[in-house]
């Protein structure tokens, strides 16, 4: 069985969107994000478009395997678990990576309880993952490819017969091509290369 060789996630951030309950407004976002810098620029964002809000919850995950998945989830001064795994919940449940919600809060003058307030994170996460154009990228492994100029069109036409990616070229006296490959079929790209003569290939 191959291994499942993409993953979903969003390019742009969503719009904002909004839910009420009890007069408590609680408005929803989505952004991708590549690392926890840009997880705090949101925030910090955020809180000075809604210096007036209560509580800035959110969750986020990065990685596009099981094996590199790192999440966090903050509840942000409410009841303990009643906003932040709400949230991300809904991040698992749309099967997305890479990205990361918020949903800000103002509160109403009426308690609604962490019954109300799981729903009703949960529900500003859904709006905001509904708004988001979600997109399926794949997994890709990284090639550099290593060669003498006069073998430059035994490369040329292999990389043309496998319809592979480059992602960056120096062409010179030695020359270097790198390449993109899907995750499930970079062995056999590999294994290509790798049994030609004075040609060299290295992950990178």
């Known amino acids: 069985m191959e291994e499942k060789d993409t993953y979903r996630t969003i390019t742009t951030p969503s719009e904002e969107v909004l839910f009420k309950d009890k007069n408590s407004k609680f408005f929803g976002y989505a952004f ?3 690392n926890e810098e840009e997880v705090k620029q949101h925030i910090e964002d955020l809180k000075k478009q809604h210096h007036a809000a209560r509580h800035w919850c959110y969750a986020y995950q ?22 932040g795994m709400p949230i991300y919940g ?5 099967d997305v990576t890479n990205i990361l919600i918020v949903v800000v809060r103002y509160f109403g003058g009426v308690k609604l309880g962490v019954g109300g307030l799981i729903n009703a994170y949960r529900t500003g996460a859904q709006m905001a993952l509904e708004a988001s154009k979600i997109i399926t990228k794949t997994i890709n492994i990284e090639y550099c490819i290593s060669f003498e100029y006069k073998n430059m069109n035994k490369v040329m036409r292999i990389i043309k017969e496998k319809n592979l990616n480059i992602t ?3 062409l010179e006296l030695d020359c270097k091509v790198f390449i993109s490959v899907r995750k499930n079929d970079s062995e056999s790209v590999f294994e290509t290369f790798d049994n030609q003569f004075e040609i060299k290939i290295e992950v990178l």
């Open 32 to 34: 991708p994000i590549q």
């Open 62 to 83: 990065f990685g596009t395997d099981e094996k590199n998945l790192s999440y966090r989830a903050n509840d942000d001064g409410e009841p303990n678990n009643s906003a």
């Open 90 to 94: 809904q991040i698992q449940s749309f």
């Open 168 to 170: 960056n070229q120096i």
